[in-house]
């Protein structure tokens, strides 16, 4: 293992640290940094794992992408695949997997839609994360007709 992490890096492992030592160090830095006496460095909190929702076929089709900062907020718009659909399911997901059932299930809801043909409505699906890294108020979805006005 060794061996590869130095081929992969191009530079020789340190294998003399405590693990220990170096998160209470981590933390010391963190501490630190939060209480504003450090001004010299930046903590960013980043979305861990990638965040989307089911698409046709088992598919996760990625909105907010891993290593995103917060908060963040991104907006996505989808359509229907099948003519007449009266509701469009929204199964949100977690992972970096293309399969759904690599993935880890968050939430499902059911937005309400007029009948029309595929491809016609428009889902927009947003996903918000603050500050806490909290998702919320909650995911959205708001759905628009693309029938022309007369």
């Known amino acids: 293992m060794r061996q590869r ?17 170096v998160v209470a160090l981590g933390a010391a830095v963190q501490a630190d940094t939060l209480s504003g ?4 460095m930046l903590l960013l909190d980043v979305v861990p794992l990638s965040l989307g ?10 909105i907010l992408e891993r ?3 917060i908060p963040a907020i991104v907006k996505e718009m989808f359509t229907t695949a099948v003519d007449d659909q009266t509701a469009v399911e929204v199964h949100v997901l977690q992972g970096e997997r293309e399969l759904v059932q690599d993935c880890r299930s ?7 839609i007029e009948p029309q043909p595929a491809g016609v409505p428009r889902v927009e699906v947003t996903f918000m994360i603050d500050a806490r890294s909290i998702c919320g108020p909650a995911l959205s979805a708001r759905w628009m007709s693309s ?4």
């Open 5 to 21: 992490v130095s081929e992969f890096f191009g530079r020789t492992p340190l294998t003399d640290l405590d693990p220990d030592q």
């Open 37 to 40: 006496r450090r001004k010299d």
């Open 53 to 62: 929702i089911e698409t046709m076929g088992g598919v996760m089709s990625q």
């Open 67 to 69: 290593n995103t900062t």
């Open 106 to 112: 968050l939430a499902q809801f059911t937005i309400p």
């Open 147 to 150: 029938r022309p006005t007369v």
